[in-house]
């Protein structure tokens, strides 16, 4: 697999400090993997992830703008822990422009998000609790019609990783 790189992709023109990071300790193996990061190949896809140096930057596919940036450091015994992060306040992306109001930076939806991206779409897992939990999160927060289907939110905001 090829390392991505940044490329054409933008900087976060304008973010805020993540109060909270996910605590999940990712294993040396995860770690590369988060490393060598993820390219869209499809349009049902949402993410564009890359990492220089232990920053993994995660950025919406069709625009280009940056979404999180997080930074991780080395746990004592093995692994690796996001130590901070920041999440975007572009109010011109669809992502953030779907939770109108302060709902849209949720800490907790931010929380979910950044995992569900780094676990389930750059490290392929199933991350079925993550999504459940998205798209619990979007329905108490998001104006969508009730008779939305199944999975609307996730679609949405995460994507699906095509392989």
């Keep these: 697999m090829e390392k991505v790189e940044r490329g054409g992709l933008r900087r976060m023109r304008w973010s805020r400090r993540l109060r909270e990071v996910p605590s999940r300790i990712w294993s040396d193996d995860e770690w590369r993997r988060l490393q060598l990061g993820h390219r869209a190949g499809a349009m049902e ?61 949720s800490d907790a939806f931010n929380l979910v998000l950044l ?8 490290l392929g897992e199933p991350a079925a609790e993550l999504r459940a939990k998205l798209n619990e999160l979007v329905r108490e927060q998001s104006p969508a019609p009730d008779d939305s289907p199944d999975g609307f939110a996730e679609h949405v905001f995460r994507g699906q990783r095509s392989e």
């Design 45 to 105: 896809e949402k993410w564009n992830v890359f990492a220089e140096g232990q920053t993994v930057f995660c950025h919406r596919s069709w625009t280009g703008l940056g979404y999180f940036e997080v930074t991780f450091a080395p746990v004592e015994g093995g692994g690796w822990r996001i130590s901070s992060g920041k999440v975007a306040r572009d109010r011109s992306d669809l992502l953030t422009r779907l939770l109108p109001g302060r709902r849209r930076d």
């Design 115 to 122: 995992e569900l991206v780094l676990s389930g779409i750059v």
